[in-house]
């Protein structure tokens, strides 16, 4: 029974005369996978175990991660890099209003803010220093709505040194 897909956990217990009692504990999918490259959407659990995909999300509070690589997702296996999932689900909890992440292989992980009416991408990458990257993105939202800046992305990847881009036209002009 513990090696059926979607099974976390088995406890066997018996008991004379012939008493047998079986608890099995399923893992619960969080997050449905869909990786663009190949069209195929899997459920993945809190630890990043993918479960087979069995229809369309019901629950409130469902993570949806869109992942532009072409790999292979196989029931069983974990989704790699293996924090990856508790990172999207430690955004999700600090960010009530977002609950779609992008995953690039060589980005990392993503999200669009929306501020206002308008919306850009940030750039997260790792789970690396995501307590600070998290506090960062909040200040410097804050900052750039105080100030009127409408960014065309921001990346706090480093979060020691976040950047913003400006669009075309914006930038402050410099003197000689």
């Known amino acids: 029974v513990a090696q059926l897909q979607g099974v976390k956990a088995v406890r066997v217990r018996c008991r004379l005369p012939a008493s047998v009692a079986i608890e099995v504990t399923e893992r619960e999918p969080i997050a449905l996978w869909h990786v663009e490259g190949i ?3 899997s459920w993945v659990d809190e630890e990043g175990t993918i479960l087979p995909y069995a229809g369309d999300p019901q629950a409130p509070g469902t993570i949806f991660v869109i992942d532009s690589s072409a ?3 196989q029931a069983g296996a974990k989704i790699q890099p293996t924090d990856l999932v508790q990172s999207a689900q430690r955004l999700a909890s600090v960010l009530p209003e977002t609950n779609v992440f992008y995953y690039h292989p060589v980005r990392g992980l993503s999200f669009l803010q929306k501020s206002g009416g308008d919306e850009w991408p940030v ?4 789970s690396e220093d995501l307590p600070r990257k998290i506090r960062v993105v909040e200040a410097l939202t804050g900052y ?6 409408r960014p065309t992305y921001v990346d706090v990847r480093t979060a020691s040194h976040p950047l913003y881009g400006q669009p075309p036209g914006k930038a402050k002009k410099k003197g000689n």
Do not use: K, S
């Open 71 to 73: 790999r292979q997702l």
């Open 123 to 126: 750039y997260v990458g790792t």
């Open 144 to 149: 750039l709505a105080a100030n009127d800046v």
């Open 39 to 41: 069209g195929q959407e």
